[in-house]
């Protein structure tokens, strides 16, 4: 039930986004067919979650600012979309349970490792958290690149990249920190190679 209501909406926003901005998806392949995938992705504006939503093959279940959950449209259609709130500025250990329950499921988990928009556009500092979901679990840790700018009909890539290895990082036990630098890397790779 919730996995039709996802993909109605999702052709719904795809049918309002993709006249007014010309979407190039580059590595679309580069997303695992199956299995739990953590998708990391850099974020410019507030229409990234929807642009990520509707490029990607598979579904992708968010996790969004709780404050976003107190308006009463998005309250409601936020947990059919699979989207779940979290704490910013504290260890939210119900949204980092929450995380790691889609990813052994075997879903998608999308996540701004910046959590927050950009202000100037460049590629900000990521949090331990998306470290510590990509040593938690064994999913496939996919970085994206979305490279705008959100201007009408003008266009605007999404990029996803090769899954990151992370045996060597998970082996030695490296730390969320380290582990989220890597994954930023990537993600900063990728923008510099199709900007």
Do not use: W
Not at 13 to 42: D, F, Q
Not at 96 to 125: A, H, M, Y
């Amino acid at each position: 039930m919730i996995l039709s209501f996802y993909m109605f909406a999702r052709a719904i926003v795809k049918g309002i986004l993709t006249p007014v901005y010309r979407y190039e998806v580059i590595g679309a392949e580069n997303i695992p067919s199956e299995g739990g995938v953590l998708l990391c992705s850099n974020h410019i504006d507030n229409l990234d979650p929807p642009t990520v939503g509707v490029t990607c093959p598979r579904p992708i279940s968010f996790m969004a600012k709780a404050e976003l959950f107190k308006a009463p449209f998005l309250k409601t259609v936020l947990p059919k979309l699979e989207t779940f709130p979290v704490k910013r500025g504290m260890a939210d250990r119900e949204a980092l349970r929450q995380g790691l329950k889609i990813l052994k499921e075997g879903k998608v988990l999308g996540l701004f490792p910046e959590g927050t928009r950009s202000k100037d556009g460049k590629l900000g500092k990521g949090m331990a958290g998306v470290g510590f979901f990509a040593l938690r679990s064994k999913a496939a840790v996919v970085p994206c690149a979305v490279i705008g700018p959100y201007k009408r009909f003008a266009r605007l890539k999404v990029v996803y990249g090769p899954p990151i290895q992370m045996d060597e990082l998970r082996e030695r036990k490296a730390s969320a920190d380290e582990v989220t630098e890597a994954i930023m890397k990537s993600i900063g790779k990728l923008i510099e190679k199709y900007q």
